[in-house]
């Protein structure tokens, strides 16, 4: 006798009680035929903090008896169960995923936990071409998401603080849909969260060619939208957007290697340039100058650690009062 997966089954019921309820269609996709170069997503320190973050089998604390996995940064504790049954950990997909379902979930208007996005707009979105490959990577991707557990500290008494809270309650692949319910505590974190413009680059980025870029830009738009309207919102410096890349190596590890630039300065400037569809950047000094590299003189690690970047946007999305809303 051939019995339902459980987890299905209970996704089924969750995608046809939602059906029921309205037309799917127009609300699951709100992304067709939006030319845009920026969406809505809600975030907060919760949320910024977990983007920062990729746990391996290399960098994680496993502990064998238990197959719970650990990785601490800051405020935030993640921690990864049947960590042997994942295969890939958490990784920029992953992020890329997540911040694809909570901005539907941002644009639907926060009315549910449970968020639906159809496969075929979210492989438009990465511009993913193979189905076969990309129901693989989301699969394994929502696997890694509905293991995923988190303890985080704020300092602000509006927000939550977390206690091995499960980031989601199910998560999978419906009829083509990709379905994710949200656990209580994140949904409601999440409700009061405020809106960021989330340029749409980012779901397109291929973590392959330019593994930094998503952390860059989406690193450089939570400045943009923190500072808005002051001296410094369109001005990062270069230490700030080193530390929220977990894949370049942090230069104590290998300055007696001789490979600063080849592993930091370059990838650095490599994965800045493939965000062109959305910014421009140009180097200056910390006291507003603008920096012209020596053709004769390299780029010594010392000089560029203390630069600055100054942005500018393509088309940034004019003031509006949602995207004002922000508590962190």
């Known amino acids: 006798m051939n019995e339902k997966d459980p987890l299905r089954q209970a996704l089924s019921d969750l995608f046809n009680e939602n059906a029921s309820s309205r037309n799917i269609e127009i609300t699951l996709d709100p992304y067709s035929e939006k030319e845009e170069r920026f969406s809505k997503v809600r975030q907060g320190s919760m949320t910024n903090s977990l983007t920062k973050i990729n746990l391996t089998k290399d960098n994680a604390s496993l502990n064998p008896i238990t197959d719970v996995a650990t990785l601490s940064e800051d ?4 921690s990864l169960m049947d960590f042997s049954s994942i295969s890939v950990g ?11 379902m909570t901005s539907v979930f941002t644009e639907n208007g926060a009315v549910s936990p449970t968020v639906h996005l159809p496969l075929d707009v979210y492989m438009s979105m990465c511009g993913l071409r193979d189905k076969k490959e990309a129901r693989r990577q989301v699969k ?20 939550s603080d977390f206690m091995n809270v499960m980031l989601c309650s199910a998560a999978g692949i419906v009829k083509g849909v990709i379905v994710m319910e949200f656990s209580r505590p994140i949904y409601e974190t999440l409700k009061r969260y405020g ?4 340029p749409r680059q980012l779901w397109a980025l291929n973590p392959q060619y330019n593994p930094n870029s998503y952390y860059f830009l989406r690193k450089i738009s939570e400045h943009k ?3 808005l309207g002051k001296s410094n919102e369109d001005i990062i410096s270069v230490r700030t957007l080193l530390a929220a890349s977990p894949l370049l190596p942090k230069y104590g590890e290998i300055s007696k ?11 650095f400037q490599r994965d800045m340039t493939a965000l062109s569809n959305t910014l421009e950047w140009n180097y200056y000094t910390d006291d507003g100058e603008p920096f012209n590299q020596s053709d004769d003189s390299p780029l010594t690690y010392a000089v560029f650690a203390e630069l600055m970047l100054h942005i500018d946007w393509l088309n940034y999305p004019a003031l509006d009062p949602e995207f004002t809303d922000f508590q962190d």
């Open 75 to 78: 405020k935030l504790s993640i």
């Open 90 to 100: 958490l990784k920029t997909t992953t992020h890329k995923l997540l911040d694809a």
């Open 140 to 159: 394994a991707d929502l696997n890694t998401l509905l293991h995923l557990s988190l303890s985080f500290s704020s300092s602000y008494d509006w927000d």
């Open 195 to 198: 809106f960021m413009p989330y």
């Open 225 to 227: 939208h923190m500072n």
């Open 257 to 267: 290697t001789g490979q600063v630039d080849q592993r930091i300065i370059q990838p």
